[in-house]
């Protein structure tokens, strides 16, 4: 059982930055693929960013290439999304998730464990 708990949401003007941070219970953070999803009202659940569960790879939504970077520091369990640049269409609750497999995927159901989200608002 893994439990992830987000934060670092918040409101900023638009080009500004943010770092969001993903908490992990258990001991075996550095077996998962981690990954970053938004959801805007009224919008699906979107992919954002993965990574490895080593760090030595990772991918991302097209939107965001260039402006945000997933990383992860397996000492700490914990994934981070550097978040630069944001735009108000960045603007949604930003979830954290854990896979179970070896590589990358873009399926939300493909990830076992879920955060309660943390919410980014960049206003114009």
């Known amino acids: 059982q893994v439990q992830l708990v987000e934060s670092g949401g918040e409101l900023v003007q638009a080009g500004g930055s943010l770092r969001l941070s993903c908490a992990a219970s258990?001991?075996?953070?550095?077996?998962?693929?981690m990954a970053w999803f938004r959801q805007a009202p009224g919008k699906e659940r979107e992919f954002v960013a993965a990574?490895?569960?080593?760090?030595?790879?990772?991918n991302y939504v097209d939107s965001v290439k260039g402006r945000f970077t997933i990383s992860r520091d397996n000492a700490k369990n914990t994934a981070y999304l550097q978040m630069n640049s944001l735009k108000p269409e960045d603007t949604a609750v930003y979830y954290c998730?854990?896979?179970?497999?070896?590589?990358?995927?873009?399926?939300?159901?493909?990830?076992?464990?879920w955060g309660r989200g943390t919410q980014v608002t960049v206003s114009s």
């Open positions: 998730a854990a896979a179970n497999i070896v590589g990358l995927t873009t399926t939300p159901g493909s990830y076992d464990y």
């Open positions: 258990g001991r075996t953070f550095s077996l998962y693929t």
């Open positions: 990574i490895t569960h080593s760090g030595g790879w990772s």
